[in-house]
């Protein structure tokens, strides 16, 4: 059986799932399986047989709905439904009203909004197909009272039956130098005091927050002293979080990293993830094969330009740096290696990132880079965007020399 064959055959069992459910329902699985085949193969059929179908395909990105939809309908020969079919970004598309549907496609549908749902209860929708890599437990109650979860296929699953390429996920701490541990250690010393004097670690939180508040509404001198030490303590308290936060996502010794890894590995292609696009601008200083891709580049068409020559592997953009513009939806097939030099908690971000390199090839096996600052909040965010990965495919190491070696030694 060919791949093709493989990924149709799983393609339609989830959409036989979806359609025993009356086609209301959510397919969830993971990216690489063709969720985008998917839909097209939903359309094509109610085209078939409903005459002129409202359909409605709904996308969290102008990336998404300008690129990659109109780039599937071309791929699958399908061009010739496009007309029939109106594309639109969720953030709009939520406010419609008194409309009835035939069809409408949620593509990542675990990214949208609580407001964004009001879509489907202000409007008549005949069918729904959801689609989604990985839905968070704090989404599953939302969108099963729409779509209800109806097929689900985990990474690993489809790494095992031949869907997807197999992957190591390298987990690299990252040396500060001795000017950013006394800044870290200072910014933290504040944090532990502040996060202390606002009851621990259990409840500082939601007492920041309601201190934050008191702040905003009342003048101090209207506060009893226990209330005045408390502001003072909240605010420590959020500025020491965002502080913290900063230099998590912006450490100079991370940048230096991500280009050793680039030098000493000899990557020849890569997606470089960051937090933020102060960062990922960084990156690119100074280097003729690394180029940004995300929302502050202000030139529409040397954003769209940057992408597309990385994918075809032209003027020497070989490493992509960026921050979500490609977390979700863009296929690249034979992209190899993935490297997040910051993170957030959530395994959704994390799982969506790590499917930019699971495109099947043979023989082929993707390398998951994750820069971190060991005992940190750091590695508390990345031991929790891993807490759905497969322990077998994560490595601990202690330095880049180490996954070099590692690499050399098992997959070269």
């Not at 985990?154 to 000017?179: H, M, Q, R, W």
């Not at 592997?313 to 070989?318: A, D, F, Q, Y």
Request: glycine fraction near 2%; hydrophobic fraction near 35%.
């Amino acid at each position: 059986m060919t791949l093709f064959d493989l990924k149709d055959k799983y393609q339609r069992i989830a959409l036989n799932h979806w359609h025993h459910k009356k086609c209301i329902g959510t397919i969830e699985c993971s990216t690489g399986i063709g969720k985008t085949r998917m839909a097209l193969l939903a359309i094509e059929w109610v085209i078939k047989t409903i005459e002129n179908p409202k359909i409605l395909i709904l996308t969290p990105r102008e990336t998404i709905r300008d690129i990659v939809f109109p780039q599937e309908f071309k791929k699958w020969n399908l061009e010739h439904l496009l007309p029939k079919v109106e594309i639109q970004c969720i953030q709009t598309a939520y406010k419609r009203k008194n409309e009835k549907f035939e069809l409408i496609i949620a593509d990542e549908f675990h990214n949208f909004l609580s407001e964004h749902y009001s879509l489907f209860f202000n409007n008549k929708c005949e069918k729904i197909l959801g689609l989604s890599a990985f839905i968070p437990l704090d989404r599953y109650a939302v969108i099963n009272s729409i779509a209800p979860i109806c097929y689900r296929i985990t990474t690993d699953f489809a790494v095992k039956i031949g869907l997807i390429s197999g992957y190591i996920e390298y987990n690299i701490p990252i040396e500060l130098t001795e000017k950013e541990k006394i800044y870290f250690n200072d910014v933290q010393t504040k944090y532990n005091e502040a996060e202390e004097a606002l009851g621990g670690s259990l409840v500082a939180y939601e007492n920041a927050i309601y201190y934050k508040k008191l702040l905003s509404n009342k003048p101090l001198y209207m506060q009893n002293t226990n209330d005045i030490n408390s502001l003072k303590y909240a605010k420590q308290y959020w500025k020491a979080m965002m502080d913290r936060k900063k230099f998590l996502y912006n450490c100079k010794s991370k940048l230096i990293a991500v280009r050793k890894l680039i030098d000493e590995l000899d990557l020849k292609q890569s997606i470089i993830f960051s937090q933020s696009t102060k960062f990922a601008d960084e990156i690119c200083k100074n280097r003729k094969d690394i180029y940004p891709f995300h929302t502050n580049i202000k030139n529409k068409e040397t954003k769209e330009n940057n992408l597309s020559d990385f994918l075809i592997g032209i003027n020497n953009i070989n490493h992509l740096s960026t921050c979500k513009c490609v977390e979700e939806g863009i296929d690249l097939p034979s992209l190899p290696v993935i490297i997040n030099t910051s993170r957030v908690s959530s395994p959704k971000s994390h799982i969506q990132k790590r499917g930019r390199c699971l495109r099947y090839e043979d023989n082929k096996t993707s390398f998951i880079f994750n820069l971190y600052i060991k005992n940190s909040q750091d590695e508390k965010w990345l031991r929790s965007a891993q807490s759905t990965t497969d322990t077998k495919r994560i490595k601990w190491v202690s330095n880049i020399e180490e996954v070099k070696q590692d690499i050399l030694t098992n997959y070269s």
